[in-house]
Nanobody, 121 residues
Framework: QVQLVESGGGLVQPGGSLRLSCAASGSIFSINEMGWYRQAPGKQRELVASITSGGTMNYADSVKGRFTISRDNVKKAVYLQMNSLELEDTAVYTC???????????????WGQGTQVTVSS
């Protein structure tokens, strides 16, 4: 069974920084794209950033220049460095990974449990 476990959320003042981490574990043969999504109260879930196994990154326009996604393929982990946080960044952040479990031919989407990020003065 594959699991994604996040850490690093919390309360921060506007202009502050947080670093989110997400580690995959279980019977994993390969991981393709990994990413972070967020959902604010009353809003739809949106993609924040994603990164392929080769390192190609994609960002939502609202976080470009402030957030940086990275990954460690050996540790099967993805990170989101969030700087210059704004009130509008308040949301539940969830990591996602396209995982090929051991013994399977296909990739499947797995999700973490989510971590709360609150930006408030």
């Amino acid at each position: 069974q594959v699991q994604l476990v996040e850490s690093g959320g919390g309360l921060v003042q506007p202009g502050g920084s947080l670093r989110l981490s997400c580690a995959a574990s279980g019977s994993i043969f390969s991981i393709n794209e990994m990413g972070w999504y967020r959902q604010a109260p009353g809003k739809q879930r949106e993609l924040v950033a994603s990164i392929t196994s080769g390192g190609t990154m994609n960002y939502a326009d609202s976080v470009k220049g402030r957030f940086t996604i990275s990954r460690d393929n050996v540790k099967k982990a993805v990170y989101l460095q969030m700087n210059s946080l704004e009130l509008e960044d308040t949301a539940v952040y969830t990591c996602n990974a396209a995982v090929q479990p051991t013994g399977f031919r296909q990739y499947y989407a797995y999700w973490g449990q989510g971590t709360q990020v609150t930006v408030s003065s």
